[in-house]
């Protein structure tokens, strides 16, 4: 078996263990911690799978902003005395070991992936520039209805997050 | 350089969205409901990804870009939801919103 499909399954297994540990978590921020890791693996996959871009952008984006989101939301729904108390429960010791051994392992497939880069860099790479040259060609339109999308997202948001006015709270009194 | 067996790729995919699809099923709480929808997403760009990369086309990285767009804005909105939900009803158990007023 080659070296790039050893770090292929390794990788496949670590996504595999850890979004099965998401779904059955009872703890909303140990979940976290736990998608957090099986969204690397993944972006480790795309790495491997010739998509150095989609890579980044899956670390920046999925496990970077919206999982933040994620975050900002299960603290403000904790508000309160108990809160401090609360946090330092979720974060004790025992929980950080299953996503930090994930994120090891990983780590070690990045690393190995660096040094032996010659021998990776092989003519299957999509590069960003040909993904950025059709972006911005044949699917300007899809970039265009992204954008749109984004705005309507945005508004949405906006509107649901506000606070209760007069006239929704008495309709919830009724 | 033997590549990636494009069916190994798809076949991940398969069970992660399964795996998603089973969550959103499954539990209750709205947030894991998101965070399961997100592995699901995430399962659809990994089975654009593999595909992209089987016939060295850059097509599949740009889906994924779109799938990543749709699920920054579900998720925003989805997140307002839950807080809205919590403010009206103090919890966040969806069953509890599953019967209709009038």
């Known amino acids: 078996m080659s070296f790039e499909l050893i770090l292929f399954y390794t990788a496949s297994a670590a996504a595999l263990f850890a979004t099965v540990m998401t779904i059955t978590r009872l703890n909303a921020a140990h979940a976290l911690l736990y998608l957090i890791a099986s969204l690397l693996a993944v972006a480790v996959l795309f790495y491997l799978m010739g998509a150095p871009f989609a890579a980044g952008l899956e670390v920046i984006i999925y496990a970077g902003a919206i999982m933040v989101l994620f975050v900002f939301v299960i603290m403000m729904l904790n508000m309160g005395q108990q809160t401090v108390e609360q946090e330092r429960q979720w974060l004790s010791f025992g929980i950080w070991i299953g996503p930090s051994i994930i994120c090891l392992i990983l780590l070690a497939e990045v690393v190995t992936l660096l040094v032996n880069d010659e021998r990776m860099a092989g003519a299957r790479i999509v590069s960003p520039k040909v993904v950025g040259a059709l972006l911005y060609g044949p699917y300007l339109l899809a970039v265009e209805l992204a954008s749109m999308l984004l705005l309507a997202g945005l508004v949405g948001a906006y509107h649901l997050a506000r606070p209760l006015n007069e006239k929704d709270k008495k309709a919830e009194a009724e | ?102």
């Open chain 2, 1 to 102: 350089m033997i590549s990636i067996p494009v069916e190994h790729g798809l076949l991940l995919a398969t069970i992660l969205f399964c795996l998603g699809l089973l969550g959103v099923l499954v539990r209750r709480n709205l947030i894991f409901v998101l965070m399961s929808m997100e592995i699901m997403f995430n399962a659809v760009g990994l089975a654009f990804i593999s595909g992209g990369s089987r016939w060295h086309q850059a097509d599949g990285q740009i889906m994924f870009m779109l799938v990543l767009t749709l699920a920054a804005a579900e998720v925003a909105v989805g997140l307002a939801l839950v807080l809205q939900l919590y403010k009206r009803f103090k919890t966040v158990d969806i069953d509890i919103v599953s019967d209709m007023k009038g």
